[in-house]
């Protein structure tokens, strides 16, 4: 068989790939014969349609050759081959000089802008805002510091993560829009190698708020990225204040060494754990919590008042009109919904709740308080409770340790899991913490399948908690929402089938899948990630709030509570919020804002009203809720 002839324009094309394959003089060859083939040709055409052309053929051509050699810059000089070759050689090395500067000039200009937009430039800022770290908690944090900047010319927040500078830049963009009057600086890499951590100019920073990472060893990355901080410091024992999260309690006394004295470490798992328990003994509790943490409305403030000095913290609940009094701080210590005779001194500063730190000023309004109107009855003691605990995680044993500080006497809880999610020694270990006040049970089972769920006759619980399970390397990092929004949609159809709602509080990993979960309008949903980035936000603009959160947040503290508005004022009846206010101080409480009920679905603060005016007057409903600060 004859072998096939291959195509003249495939071993043309061949031959021509195969001198390219000889590298740059090859294509310079290539491109200097197709400049004079379009070149040539053009300039004879010129110089043979130019009535003043010379008449004969080598004056043409010598005039060809001069217009060849000014278009392609080769000097154009006729006369004796020698002299032409030395123009040439001339024009060539002038032509080379300017092409290598040319291309030094641009490689320059290309590594800058490269080096630019990985960002690997020195920040040169002061009092700016540092985040170090890529977490769920980014958007959240730099969003609330944008807010709470809004109102300040110059303000700068510099971010430091292991991730390309053009995508953190274009994910802030996309989730959090235009910043305002903040400038948002991103820097790229690893945030434990202090030459890089360097580059956000910490010494010269207002404050440095660490995020925990992502991976199994977040705790331990936080630690590392501390000690990097103080590594970048000129002098290790000064510095900006510094903010981090922890997810374990036993990496916190490694972290608050690292930090340094201006330090301060927050446990997110135990935070979310307590607010998780107190939106489960009082539906709606999340939605009070959110509008305080957050920028977008009221918030806590530190503020002192000279003129208060030697008065009773009792009178000073209705000395502000337009501020909510929570309670003081005495040295370090802070005294939330402190009993009513105790004197205000000199150096004590107002916790207040107010629209900002110059809107909190003194303006008594007492003769507003009606004691006709107030309830005199005293409610009675709660029943026992029954709480209801669908899937385990981390934060399981913290959810049972705050269920049994406020367990009524008689009180039960049931754990719903897999063989996989929890073993039977977790269990036992958080029986035994629980204590004889609480009950513990655990039930084997999915909670993502129907049956596991019918049986249970999940009607009869006080309220229901279903928590996430953790993510795991080997599990994409969305699987643990996934599961939670099927065992939402069972609770959904078991509440259809009832005719009622459940006191559902969920927990869930990422934020986004917040508007997915199939919930009713205001129900409770803790998002462990933006809890924490708005508590580092708001302590990031005052230190001393710290202790205040912490105090609010615990177990044996003064938190936030939602009560029964006949509790402090008659049903059905026309009365300023003073009123409400002095009737919760009789109780020990102090009164911060509602829920109306009639407003409790209505988008977007689901009938809560926190810091209202005290001259504000409503009819209040038996079914209306009201926010105190107080002990159990």
Not at 19 to 41: D, E, I, K, S, Y
Not at 371 to 377: D, G, K, L, N, P
Not at 519 to 524: K, R, Y
């Amino acid at each position: 068989m004859a072998p096939r002839r291959t195509p003249l324009g495939d071993r043309l094309r061949y031959w021509f790939d195969s001198t390219l394959a000889r590298g740059a003089p090859a294509l310079g060859g290539w491109l200097a014969l197709l400049c004079l083939a379009v070149v040539v040709p053009a300039s004879a055409a010129v110089v043979w349609t130019d009535p003043d052309a010379p008449a004969s053929l080598t004056g043409r051509l010598s005039q060809v050759w001069r217009l060849t050699g000014e278009t392609l810059r080769l000097g154009g000089v006729t006369g004796a081959p020698l002299r032409v070759a030395l123009s040439v050689l001339l024009a060539l090395v002038a032509l080379l000089y300017v092409s290598t500067l040319v291309g030094l000039i641009t490689t320059a200009l290309t590594e800058r802008l490269i080096a630019l937009r990985r960002g690997r430039s020195t920040v040169l800022e002061r009092g700016h805002a540092v985040v170090l770290g890529w977490s769920e908690q980014v958007f959240t944090v730099v969003g609330e510091l944008v807010a709470a900047n809004a109102n300040r010319r110059g303000a700068a927040l510099a971010l430091l993560a292991d991730r390309d500078k053009t995508v953190m830049e274009e994910a802030l963009n996309t989730k959090l829009g235009p910043s305002g009057r903040t400038r948002l600086i991103c820097r790229s890499g690893p945030t434990t190698d202090p030459a890089v951590l360097a580059l956000t100019n910490p010494a010269e920073a207002g404050v440095v708020l660490v995020l925990p990472h992502d991976e199994p060893d977040a705790d331990a990355q936080v630690v590392k990225t501390l000690l990097a901080f103080r590594a970048a410091l000129p002098d290790r024992d000064t510095g900006p204040p510094v903010i981090a999260a922890l997810r374990d309690d036993r990496y916190r006394l490694a972290a608050s060494l690292a930090a340094g004295p201006h330090g301060i470490v927050l446990e997110s798992d135990t935070v979310t754990a307590a607010l998780i328990v107190q939106a489960a003994r009082r539906p709606g509790l999340s939605l009070v919590h959110r509008e305080l943490l957050d920028f977008a409305g009221d918030e806590f403030y530190l503020t002192g008042e000279p003129s208060l000095v030697g008065r009773t913290f009792g009178d000073v609940l209705l000395a502000y009109t337009a501020s909510s009094v929570v309670g003081l701080v005495r040295g370090h210590t802070p005294l939330l919904s402190p009993p009513p005779d105790t004197p205000i001194g000199p150096d004590d500063q107002l916790v207040v709740i107010s629209r900002d730190d110059d809107t909190a000023r003194p303006d008594d309004c007492s003769h507003h308080v009606e004691e006709t109107a107030m309830a005199s009855e005293q409610p009675p003691p709660a029943p026992p409770e029954r709480v209801l605990l669908l899937g385990w995680n981390r934060r399981a044993p913290l959810v049972i340790e705050q269920l049994r500080r406020c367990a009524r006497p008689g009180s039960a809880v049931d754990v719903v899991a897999e063989d996989g999610e929890v073993t039977l020694q977790q269990v036992d270990d958080a029986d035994r913490e629980a204590g004889a006040g609480l009950t513990l049970t655990l039930r084997r089972g999915d909670v993502t399948r129907p049956g596991t769920l019918s049986d249970l006759e999940i009607t009869s619980y006080d309220s229901v908690i279903v928590l996430g399970r953790d993510p795991a390397p080997e599990r994409p990092s969305d699987e643990p929402d996934l599961r939670t929004l099927v065992t939402l949609l069972l609770l959904r159809r078991l509440e259809q089938a009832a005719g009622r709602e459940l006191p559902v509080v969920t927990e869930l990993i990422d934020d986004r899948n917040r508007a997915l979960a199939p919930i009713s309008p205001g129900a409770d949903v803790i998002i462990s990630g933006k809890l924490i980035g708005l508590l580092m936000a708001q302590i990031s603009q005052n230190r001393r709030l710290a202790a205040v959160f912490e105090e609010l947040f615990s177990a044996e503290g003064a938190g936030v509570h939602l009560r029964p508005a006949s509790d402090y004022v008659l049903p059905d009846r026309e009365t300023a919020f003073a009123t409400v206010v002095a009737a919760a101080r009789l109780r020990g409480e102090c009164a911060i804002g509602y829920r109306s009920h009639a407003d409790a679905s209505l988008k977007p603060g689901y009938g809560i009203r926190i810091n209202p005016h005290k001259t504000e007057r409503r009819r209040w409903d038996a079914r209306d809720e009201v926010v105190v600060v107080g002990r159990e």
